[in-house]
């Protein structure tokens, strides 16, 4: 069973960092702050359609806070999703404010409705924690997704990530007869293979989304992460791997099932293979984004050792063991990618 710390340290955002997140126009005044949310009077649980707890609250405001909080969040919308245009302000309402204490980052999930025709969107405001911001990041950059996020001081806010979550996945998608499970374990193995070689722990089931999309002769499957608290923090190197979770154990099964050790050799060589490109064209950012890391203090010592002995082990290479790191580890384990996956 994956040991994971109960609780994990958050980490400041540096003055290198902050630097970093302002050229790349990540960090941007917002007018209202994770704080300011937390002046709430009361709540109210939030029950999932089959009638359990989701572990969200519904928070009220004071009267006198709700037209000043519901502006701001509606412009924090309007930066987030159209450049700071606010003409789109005057039909948007927000028709709810939940609040989660469940995980590490306290999450704020704003629901604003349009008027007009009644759409509805997400999105969340957090702590701003150095390690999820990294992850964040270091999700854009070498994964296919562009990843839509702003920083103000301690406020961190994220874009909805549309999906299935992986334990609903389970339950009510895995079995359908139109949905192929090699297409399923296929993801998986990709998946699994870009965690592992960016260092984003803890991808159990209910960290990731699947995004489902039919196809003109069959369904395709995307795995996205959710969850980037555990970026290169823990020691352990299973805790890199979504295939030693429990709650993976059926993506696991149907992998082993459907897919010989060729084809799972050859298409953890097609992730690498589109990471690696991603790492060339982007190969500007991501060195700022290095400098950065490398001196940055996102674990602990004795985390930082574990890792590095494990993957020097893992891997036959010594280098890792002589990190001081996470920087370090995670600049290693990239520089391997790109020398085994362009030669």
């Not at 005044?29 to 109210?44: A, C, H, N, R």
């Not at 009510?172 to 399923?184: A, Q, T, V």
């Not at 555990?230 to 099964?253: A, C, H, I, S, W």
Request: aromatic share 14%; glycine share 4%; charged share 30%.
């Amino acid at each position: 069973m994956q040991e994971i710390s109960r609780k994990k340290i958050f980490f400041p955002i540096n003055q290198a960092f902050r630097n970093y997140l302002k050229l790349y126009e990540r960090e941007i005044k917002l007018p209202i702050s994770y704080q300011e949310l937390l002046y709430y009077e009361s709540s109210i649980p939030v029950y999932d359609k089959e009638g359990k707890d989701s572990l969200w609250e519904t928070v009220l405001y004071p009267q006198s806070m709700i037209n000043s909080i519901h502006a701001g969040l509606k412009r924090i919308y309007s930066i987030l999703k159209a450049g700071g245009d606010q003409a789109a302000e005057e039909h948007l309402h927000i028709e709810r404010i939940d609040f989660c204490t469940f995980g590490n980052s306290h999450p704020f999930r704003i629901k604003i409705v349009n008027n007009y025709n009644e759409v509805y969107d997400y999105f969340y405001i957090k702590i701003a924690d150095a390690s999820r911001i990294y992850g964040l990041e270091l999700e854009h950059i070498l994964s296919p997704y562009w990843m839509n996020f702003l920083i103000d001081g301690n406020t961190l806010v994220e874009e909805h990530i549309a999906g299935v979550p992986g334990d609903q996945f389970i339950l009510h998608y895995l079995n359908r007869p139109e949905f192929n499970p090699k297409r399923i374990a296929k993801e998986f193995v990709k998946f699994n293979e870009r965690c592992f070689v960016r260092l984003l722990g803890d991808m159990r089931s209910y960290n990731f989304v699947f995004d489902i999309t039919p196809d003109f002769d069959d369904v395709q499957f995307r795995i996205r992460a959710i969850d980037f608290d555990q970026q290169f923090y823990e020691g352990k190197r299973t805790l890199y791997m979504p295939q030693y979770f429990k709650e993976n154990r059926v993506f696991v099964d149907l992998a082993i099932k459907h897919l010989n050790a060729e084809v799972v050799k050859q298409y953890q060589q097609e992730e690498r293979a589109l990471m690696a490109r991603r790492i060339v064209v982007q190969r500007h950012r991501i060195k700022d984004l290095r400098d950065v890391i490398m001196t940055d203090r996102v674990s602990f010592p004795e985390k930082i050792h574990q890792l590095g002995e494990e993957l020097a082990q893992y891997y036959r290479d010594p280098v890792f063991a002589r990190c001081k790191s996470m920087g370090e580890i995670v600049e290693r384990s990239l520089k391997r990618l790109l020398v085994s996956s362009l030669k």
